[in-house]
């Protein structure tokens, strides 16, 4: 089922995740429910915040970007990825920056800089530890997906006067006057 985004101003996306506590009918519907909202949202990314939920999970599928990716050396795994519980335990000197949206900012993009990759422990849809050092795109979106999990926007990571440019646009979001090619959870304030 396709799930409404809730989008900037909502206070569920300045709350930091619960830990998942074990496998569930529940969990898994979820997980298929994320995958579901964020191909219909044309992302490459989500995480349980931004569809209202609590809990310590993301999706990540680079699919749409396979090609571009493949053809700049960037190898990808199967997709879409599944990450519960996702502990980020190192990042690289090495920075790289690059524009990013969000499926809860809605037509909002700015350069934001991260590490150039990450090395992540996580459990998978089957609830097996696993540990993934990603470079390039893909960690970047793990990064992305994680601040979701910490309370974190991407616009958090940017200059103060790059976010004080933003500040109109981003007041009239948390009113409510924002449209999407998906659903929205709005909250009028």
Not at 67 to 90: H, K, Q, R, V
Not at 91 to 112: D, F, H, K, N
């Amino acid at each position: 089922m396709v799930l409404p985004i809730h989008v900037y101003g909502d206070p569920i996306l300045r709350e930091r995740a619960q830990p998942v506590q074990a496998n569930s009918p529940e969990l898994q519907q979820l997980l298929d429910d994320m995958v579901e909202t964020m191909h219909a949202a044309s992302g490459i990314g989500l995480a349980a915040p931004q569809v209202g939920r609590r809990e310590r999970v993301f999706v990540v599928d680079l699919t749409p970007l396979k090609e571009e990716l493949e053809a700049e050396g960037e190898s990808l795994p199967s997709m879409p990825m599944f990450f519960i519980n996702p502990e980020i335990i190192w990042t690289s000197a090495a920075q790289c920056s690059l524009e990013e949206g969000c499926l809860s900012i809605p037509e909002v993009r700015e350069v934001v800089e991260r590490p150039e990759a990450v090395r992540v422990r996580y459990l998978d849809r089957q609830f097996r530890p696993q540990e993934l050092e990603a470079h390039g795109m893909l960690a970047r979106v793990i990064q992305h997906e994680y601040d979701h999990l910490e309370g974190i926007l991407f616009i958090d990571r940017i200059s103060a006067f790059r976010r004080q440019l933003l500040k109109r646009r981003l007041r009239e979001i948390a009113r409510g006057h924002v449209s999407a090619e998906y659903p929205l959870a709005l909250s009028r304030v």
